[in-house]
């Protein structure tokens, strides 16, 4: 299972899904109504680092991070 | 490594510690922005929300793109609430000379704004509202909505 | 008001008190600028010598640029020998917002170097020698060369 | 008279002359080997204000300065 985690102001308890990459993830990802509208503002980190690419395998005990527009300072 | 406070940081002591680090290791140039919480558009204070694993990530690398250029980077912040004219912020370049000094703040403040994984609300009345407006999407976002 | 120190500036003080005078008027950004003396070239201390009517009429100048802009800068510096590894130079930039701050800065450092009228000697076996190659002609110079 | 003084590493001691503006200042330190080399590389102001022209009328009590290059911080 693949955890994936909802930061800062995105109103979403963790889940834990079964997906084997990012692709399927999102397709999850859109058919949720809490989650849809955040997708296209976030960014996402597998395991903490930041990626830019779909094609990123998951694997059981991976942890994904959706990261809303930021505001430090 | 980034300094997280539990609310407003102590700016004096911070200032002292990072001036005691640096001042003897020759850097000529020692430069310092701080972000002070304003009175405006009625709120009482700011809060904040860190994600510390990819906030020191971030951090790594520019402390690696400092030290290419001879320089050395600190960086201090506030998680919760942090009340009006109390600083949230704090960071500091070392470098040997001012030229790298003052641009790398610049470029480090700005791209702090931009992707430093930090979530700000603004508080009033005592509810904590995620200041979406002044907010910007990080480097990369959208990548899940296909 | 430049506020010119004999000897080493005593930073820690300089920076709390221009921290203390700014933080309650609502300034959103705060930028100091260090110099410190570098260990190079076999010098033992940096001396310096101010011409303050000059001195005062430039920093006055910069403070209306400053306030055209919504911001506020403070000034201080050494005169007379400053030891290696002591500080001789701070510069502070108060403003509501981090753009003006930051590129004040800068352009303030910048003409400080180019303009403001402080000459600089190395301390070598207690010699006192004019910094001559890093010093640089006042915008202008050359007038009375005809 | 016209006071006339020079600043930082100039090791020279400041001087009175009879002269009616700047050009005719210019002309007098030009024959001072101990100045003629600064004058190049000098900065000059009028009472305390740096001047940019030479079309400045100097009068009795009038304090003239030479700035040789500086570096400050």
């Avoid at chain 1, 930041?50 to 694997?59: A, I, P, T, W």
């Avoid at chain 2, 860190?50 to 001879?70: C, M, N």
Wanted: net charge negative; aromatic share 10%.
């Amino acid at each position: 299972m693949v955890k994936v985690e909802f930061l800062g102001p995105i109103k979403k308890e963790q889940m834990s899904v079964d997906v084997k990459d990012l692709k399927e993830l999102a397709q999850l990802l859109k058919s949720d109504p809490d989650i849809k509208e955040w997708l296209k503002e976030c960014a996402v980190a597998v395991n903490d680092n930041l990626v830019n690419s779909l094609d990123v395998e998951l694997k059981d005990g991976d942890k994904v991070s959706l990261l809303p527009p930021v505001c430090g300072g | 490594m980034v300094e997280i406070y539990e609310g407003p940081l102590d700016i004096k002591k911070i200032f002292s510690s990072w001036y005691e680090w640096g001042k003897d290791r020759n850097f000529g140039a020692f430069i310092t922005f701080v972000g002070i919480v304003r009175d405006e558009e009625g709120i009482e204070a700011l809060s904040f929300e860190i994600y510390e694993p990819v906030l020191s990530r971030w951090f790594d690398r520019w402390q690696q793109k400092a030290k290419s250029r001879g320089a050395y980077i600190k960086m201090a912040h506030s998680k919760g609430d942090v009340p009006l004219h109390e600083s949230s912020y704090a960071a500091a370049v070392f470098s040997p000379k001012r030229r790298v000094a003052l641009e790398l703040m610049d470029e480090f403040v700005e791209d702090f704004k931009a992707n430093a994984p930090i979530w700000k609300y603004d508080v009033k009345k005592s509810n904590r509202i995620y200041a979406k407006e002044r907010s910007h999407p990080i480097e990369g976002s959208g990548l899940l909505d296909i």
